[in-house]
């Protein structure tokens, strides 16, 4: 096998494991809130209005996060009163100040137009 | 390799069931190719967000004085309108005005054209780049495009509606679909805008009609000011005694009234309504991080100022200990960028290139930007570091 056979392997195994990191993981269209107990209360909470993505990009502080939380539930995300905390735990501890940067995907080249045109003043 | 090829197949297809599942927009597809994201339109873009559709210019797009539709950032706040028919479509205009008035598009292209070349940024361009960072589209440096904007004069249809001596402020309504219990995005401003023979209710854009995305079939263009001041997908025109009040004018598009320590919070009497730019250039290439051969190198950049005008670039390639003019492009508009670019002998070696604007009201580029809450208006100086082998 040849060395980028070997990379694009290993490249594979990293997405094909949970183990990924939001940076190796942006690509994909349906980004996902991270594993843990609040996943799937976050998910219905928070993903009825927007995708996974505005949330994975944040790196905000617990007490940013509970001021964020509390504006989405007036909002209209539906969040238990119990469920609060942890979700504000949930969210702070995935995606606080200390985690890796972000990197975000890009779109495909455009096929229909010719690109890069020079556009001026004439 | 075909066990890659169906790998990613499935990878792909599994995303795209999963987006027709999830009330994904049916325009956005994964494609095999690369990881990336089908967007029909889009060229390269940074995808900050899908749903709402959120896109960012990439840097190097920034050698083009107009930038190609293909290429222009994109802010959305909340779902685009589902159904827009330019058939169906109306603009009213109420509120404090002699007579409430309802264009149709044709009504609508019967007014005098008029075009305007604007840069167009979003408030919260740089957001991403503030410590701590604060809540949001993490955008970094490419909420921002310049387009020749052409339509109407607002002041022309506000003629028609005759607005009344107690009108003083001019409140916009897009068609903007609101989920959950969102405040709709509306947002006014002040008359003596709304009246400037450059403010328009733009229906082309580049040449040609409004895509959706940038707010087909009409939209404010407010020049020089915040993008969020040029409502999209407009529907309603309304003249008001007062500011309008909503969440979109506070507390959201705020900036304190003074300096702020990083991290602190700011009570909303001491905010005001964000307006007009920032004084900012970017550097468009060489790209951060990139390796290149010893000679000469040309840095290439783009800067801008709101309703102000740029009169000078500087850059630096010394880490900021001399500066050295860079040449302003010849292309300009009132409320336009300036491409510039400076080229020097380049040795071999590690350089941080910076790039300082100044403007006709003497605001200069600083080295940081004033942090605030909500992340607007960055506009520190711009730096890059190279390699010259």
Redesign the interface.
């Known amino acids: 096998m040849s060395h980028r056979?070997s990379v694009?392997?290993l490249v594979?195994i990293a997405?094909?494991t949970s183990a990924v990191t939001p940076a190796q993981n942006s690509?994909?269209?349906?980004e996902e809130l991270p594993a843990g107990a609040l996943q799937q209360k976050a998910t219905t909470a928070c993903?009825?209005?927007?995708?996974a993505?505005?949330i994975v990009?944040?790196?905000?502080?617990k007490a940013?996060w509970s001021?964020?939380v509390d504006k989405m539930v007036?909002?209209?995300?539906v969040v238990d009163a119990n469920d609060r905390d942890a979700l504000i735990d949930y969210l702070s501890g995935n995606f606080g100040?200390g985690q890796p940067e972000?990197s975000?995907?890009?779109?495909?080249?455009?096929k229909?137009?010719v690109?890069?045109?020079?556009?001026?003043?004439k | 390799m075909d066990s890659r090829r169906t790998f990613l197949k499935s990878l792909s297809g599994a995303a795209v069931g999963a987006a027709a599942l999830a009330g994904w927009p049916a325009w956005a597809q994964a494609t095999e190719q690369s990881g990336s994201i089908d967007l029909p339109g889009e060229d390269r873009m940074i995808v900050r967000s899908l749903r709402f559709l959120d896109l960012e210019t990439p840097v190097e797009y920034f050698d083009s004085w107009l930038t190609p539709v293909s290429h222009f950032f994109v802010r959305n706040h909340m779902h685009e309108p589902v159904e827009l028919n330019a058939g169906d479509w109306r603009l009213t205009v109420g509120g404090e005005v002699d007579k409430t008035w309802t264009f149709s598009l044709p009504e609508l292209a019967k007014l005098p054209v008029h075009s305007v070349v604007n840069t167009l940024e979003c408030a919260g361009n740089g957001r991403g780049l503030y410590r701590p960072q604060v809540p949001g589209i993490q955008w970094q440096k490419g909420a921002v495009s310049t387009a020749r904007f052409s339509g109407p004069r607002l002041a022309d249809i506000l003629q028609r509606a005759g607005v009344k001596s107690s009108g003083k402020h001019v409140m916009f309504r897009g068609l903007d679909e609101v989920p959950g219990k969102v405040p709709p995005f509306i947002r006014s401003i002040p008359i003596e805008k709304a009246l400037d023979s450059d403010t328009l209710i733009a229906t082309h854009m580049n040449g040609a009609p409004l895509t959706k995305h940038h707010g087909f079939p009409a939209r404010a263009l407010v020049p020089g000011w915040i993008g969020a001041a040029s409502c999209k997908w407009l529907a309603e025109i309304k003249i008001l005694e007062s500011e309008f009040v909503g969440n979109f004018m506070s507390p959201g598009y705020r900036f304190p009234n003074q300096v702020v320590k990083p991290g602190d919070s700011v009570k909303p009497e001491d905010t005001h309504v964000v307006t007009g730019l920032n004084v900012k250039s970017v550097i468009s290439g060489p790209l951060d991080g990139s390796s290149l051969k010893s000679g000469k190198v040309t840095v290439q950049g783009t800067a801008w100022a709101g309703e102000a005008d740029i009169v000078k670039v500087e850059i630096s390639i010394d880490g900021g200990s001399t500066w050295n003019p860079a040449t302003l492009g010849h292309e300009r508009s009132r409320y336009a960028w300036r491409l510039c670019t400076f080229s020097w002998n380049a040795k071999r070696g590690d350089y941080l290139i910076q790039s300082r604007a100044t403007d006709s009201r003497g605001r200069v580029q600083p080295m940081e930007a004033a942090w605030n809450p909500s992340g607007y208006l960055y506009n520190a100086v711009d730096q890059v570091t190279i390699h010259v082998a």
């Open positions: 056979n694009i392997v594979l997405l094909n690509a994909k269209l349906n993903l009825e209005c927007h995708e993505r505005i990009q944040q790196r905000l502080s940013v001021k964020e007036k909002w209209g995300a100040p972000y975000a995907p890009r779109s495909a080249q455009e229909t137009t690109r890069r045109t020079r556009h001026t003043s």
